[in-house]
Structures are given as structure tokens and as C-alpha cells.
């Protein structure tokens, strides 16, 4: 359900680049061109493709799985019916953007036979693997501090939640919740603990109009006139959509438009919404916020979003008791340092190799995978790698193996847990105040 970016480009396209894996055999998009493409990639007759997500729950009853990547605020009703149905479901992030919601999708849950994976697609790529991996043999000792960065990137935020879907909270959802439920998950998972304390600070710092430049239009372009700003404008449309992108027909032009033409791309600036100038949209959503963390097993993090950086990665900083770990997603780089002179390196085998397949280079007291580009697309392998859990979990309990689910990497109960601590978050900023959670 939902033929878009996700639907489509993602988990349609890992289908049909794993036929012997998954089958697609049903469609359900409200956007009729949408529908078609994607019917069309999978060979669909029309009777598999349909307006409204309610009659492919009623007329494809032979599903192992139903995929949800419609709009944040499109979660909740068709997860609940899918599940009612008995159906495994994987389903896009966020569950859904309020805490009833995503309460009701729980509850229609442990109702269900079936099980929901949540796409927090970060816990399935190599490179948080292999840090998790570290922390449970002990590398650094016992767990004391974590501080993870999201640095969304100037262009991206730009894009998504300025200009583009997330940009309103009465649309989509927090920030915090749509951009971070992933981080928040991923600080949850590696602490080893539930949350119990949660602090936040944030908000939209810049992208307002009194931030404008003197002469900014609404627009970038008209299609004939420029901005006046465009050349000290780093949020310019045309030089982010047309000029520096234009081998691109990926994401993000193809979320603009159709036409990856230069006329196609200029059309789209001139009157939709991603040429609107970014100081004079209608967003509303935080471009900062950090937040800080207490577990129930004493550990504590910090978690730091920025809209406003020059990368676009992430980046964690580990601290044990016996030495610490430095990582960084895009480069896929992970240094471990450990304090003991001439103590060595306990862990053997995996630490010579990184999941890169990349030789580290290692002494008594480092381990350094050497760094290297890791895939830029698909979240550093994490959507490749979620298709392929759920699908091998899947196959493995249809053909009878016991204790198939076992192995999930997540749960539905353990997602939820990210977004209580969202919702936390986004209630400490509001009423600056330290949140406590019950379990
Ligand atoms: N896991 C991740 O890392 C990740 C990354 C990006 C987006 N997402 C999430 O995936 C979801 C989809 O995002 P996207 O970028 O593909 O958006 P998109 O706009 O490209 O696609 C959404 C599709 O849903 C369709 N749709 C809207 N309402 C519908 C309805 N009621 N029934 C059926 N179809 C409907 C739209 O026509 C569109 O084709 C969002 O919730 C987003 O937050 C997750």
C-alpha cells in the first residue's frame, strides 16, 4: 500500500531484484499514475490494482505479508485492518504520529497472528551491526555513555521538511518522530535497556521569514526570473534541482517531478512546492533539537538532530569502561580504542574483517576499520537488509522451521518503545521539563 518513494522505489524495486525471494501481487494507491507504474513494474493485471487499501485488504486474502509506505498519517488504519486480517506487515516509519495511534496499532497486535516489522532500517546495515556487535563482546567494557548525531544535511532538510512532505506536524509528524524515531531506536537498542528519562531542547531556528535575504522572492524561479539571493542562497532550488543534480533522475528530482528534463525540473520549481524559497514556506517543524537520555540500566546518551550541516550521515561516540568507539555511517569508519596498554584485542576473528569485507588495521589498543565508502543508497544497505529478514523469516516459517521468528532483529514492542521516547521528547521541549517513563 502506497506506490510512492518507498513503495515503489524500494521495497518494489528489492522484489523485483529478488524474484526468487518475494512476489508483488497486489497494489493499493490513491494516485492513479502511481498505481500504474507500479502495476506496470510487476505486471499486474488491473484487477490487482486498486484506489483504496480497504478493498486490496478484502480481495487479496493470499498474502504472507502486506507492505505499508503511505504517509505517516496513513499508518495506523490500514495496519489495524491488515492485521485484523491476520496478515505480517511491514511497516513504515513512524507506526503512526500519535501516541493513541500507535497505542491502537500495539493493541491490534497482540489481537493479530500477525507480526509487524517496523522499517527502522538502520538496525540492519553493516555498519550498526558491526557497532552493536563491539558493545555486546566487550570491547569497550561496560556500557557508560552514548552520543549519537543525526546530520541530516542542509539540501536534504531543505527538502523534506521544508519544503516538502514532513515539513508540517499537523501533516506528517514531529520531527523528531519522523526523522529520528530511527536514531531513537537505534540508541534504545544499543543501551541494551528501556528508557526512563528523557530531556529536549530544540526548535525552527532558521528557516522563518524574518531570516530571509534582503530582495528573496517566494519563489527561486518563475521559470524566466531568478531570485535575486540565488547566488548566496544555499537552499537555491535551481542549483540544488537542476544544475548540481542533473545526472540525477533518482531521489530526490524524482519527488519533484516526473519530467527529469532541465524544462521538466525548471516547470516543476516554477509552481510546485520545492521552488518555494525555504524562508517563506509554510513548515513549522524543528530544524535542531537534542535530547538527552536516561536507561534503565544506568546508561546515558545524548542524541543531537541537525537540519543545518554539511553531511548528511550519522555519527556515534561510545564510551565504556574500558575504552571507547567512534563510528561514522557514511564512511562507514569505526575506530575502537581501548585504555589498557598491551591488554590486545580480546574479540577474534570478525574484528579482522569488517562486514565491508575491508582488512582492519589493528594494534594493542586500536582496532580501525579502514574507512571506505559504504552503499550511499538504500540507508547504507539497511533496506536490502530488512526485505531480506522479513522475507527470510517468512519463507523459513512457511516451510516449517521452528523458532523462525526467534531471530527477528526487532519488535514491534521495542519500536514502540522509540516512539514513547519521541513523544517524551517532543513533551519535555514543549513544557521544558525532564519526562519521566513508566515501563
Ligand atoms: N524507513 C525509512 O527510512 C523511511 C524513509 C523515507 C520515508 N519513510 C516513510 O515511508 C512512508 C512513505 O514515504 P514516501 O517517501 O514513499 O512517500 P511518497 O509520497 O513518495 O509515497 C506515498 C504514497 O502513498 C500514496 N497514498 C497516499 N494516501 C494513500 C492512501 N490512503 N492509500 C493508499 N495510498 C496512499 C501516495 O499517492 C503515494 O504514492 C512515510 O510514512 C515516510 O515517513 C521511511
Known amino acids: 500500500m502506497g506506490a510512492g518513494e518507498r513503495g515503489r522505489s524500494t521495497y518494489g524495486r528489492w522484489c523485483l531484484e529478488h524474484p526468487d525471494q518475494a512476489t508483488v501481487v497486489a497494489v493499493a494507491d490513491t494516485d492513479p499514475d502511481r498505481r500504474a507504474a507500479l502495476a506496470a513494474d510487476h505486471a499486474l493485471p488491473d484487477s490487482q490494482a486498486f484506489g483504496d487499501w480497504r478493498e486490496l485488504l478484502a480481495r487479496t486474502a493470499e498474502t504472507d505479508a502486506v507492505v505499508i509506505a503511505t504517509p505517516d498519517r496513513e499508518h495506523a488504519a490500514p495496519a489495524i485492518a ?15 504520529p500519535t501516541q493513541d495511534e500507535v497505542r491502537a496499532v500495539g493493541e491490534a497486535a497482540a489481537r493479530s497472528t500477525g507480526r509487524v516489522t517496523v522499517a527502522h532500517v538502520l538496525r540492519y546495515t553493516p555498519f550498526f551491526s558491526a557497532v552493536k556487535r563491539a558493545l555486546d563482546e566487550g570491547l569497550i567494557g561496560e556500557l557508560v555513555t552514548i552520543e549519537h548525531a543525526e546530520r541530516i544535511g542542509y539540501w536534504h532538510f531543505a527538502h523534506s521538511f ?8 499537523a501533516d506528517a509528524s514531529p520531527m523528531i518522530l519522523a526523522k529520528a524515531c530511527h536514531d531513537l531506536d537505534l540508541l534504545r537498542w544499543l543501551a541494551g535497556d528501556r528508557c526512563t528519562a528523557v530531556a529536549s531542547f530544540g526548535g525552527l531556528h532558521h528557516f522563518r521569514p524574518e531570516q530571509a535575504p534582503p530582495r528573496a522572492l517566494d519563489r ?7 531570485c535575486p539571493a540565488a547566488a548566496s542562497c544555499p ?26 528534463t532541465p524544462v521538466g525540473r525548471l516547470r516543476a520549481l516554477a509552481t510546485g512546492p520545492y521552488g518555494r524559497c525555504v524562508y517563506r514556506s509554510d513548515n513549522d517543524v524543528a530544524d535542531h533539537q537534542v535530547v538527552a537520555l536516561e536507561f534503565a540500566n544506568g546508561v546515558h546518551a545524548t542524541l543531537t538532530v541537525n537540519g543545518l550541516t554539511a553531511d548528511n550521515t550519522r555519527q556515534v561516540h561510545i564510551h565504556g569502561t574500558r575504552g571507547e568507539l567512534r563510528g561514522r555511517l557514511d564512511t562507514g569508519e569505526i575506530e575502537v580504542r581501548r585504555f589498557l596498554p598491551g591488554a590486545g584485542v580480546t574479540s577474534a576473528g570478525p574484528w579482522d574483517r569488517d562486514e565491508y569485507g575491508r582488512q582492519a588495521v589493528r594494534d594493542d589498543e586500536r582496532i580501525v576499520l579502514d574507512a571506505a565508502p559504504v552503499p550511499a543508497d538504500g540507508h547504507g544497505g539497511g533496506d536490502a537488509g530488512l526485505m531480506a529478514d522479513v522475507v527470510g523469516r517468512l519463507r523459513a516459517r512457511r516451510d516449517g522451521v521452528a523458532g523462525a521468528d526467534d531471530v527477528a532483529r526487532t519488535s514491534l514492542a521495542v519500536s514502540i518503545d522509540s516512539h514513547v521516547m519521541a513523544f517524551a521528547a517532543e513533551q519535555s521541549r514543549h513544557e521544558r521539563r525532564v519526562v519521566e517513563l513508566s515501563p
Do not use: M, Q
Not at 162 to 169: D, I, L, S, T
Not at 220 to 226: A, K, P
Open 82 to 96: 491488515a492485521l485484523a486480517r491476520g496478515h505480517d506487515v511491514i511497516l513504515e516509519k513512524p507506526i503512526a
Open 162 to 169: 521544508v519544503r516538502g512532505n514532513w515539513r508540517r506536524e
Open 220 to 226: 527561486c524561479t518563475d521559470g524566466s526570473v531568478r
Open 235 to 260: 537552499f537555491d532550488a535551481v542549483r540544488l534541482y537542476v544544475e548540481r543534480t542533473s545526472e540525477l533522475t533518482g531521489w530526490p528530482v524524482s519527488v519533484i517531478t516526473s519530467d527529469p
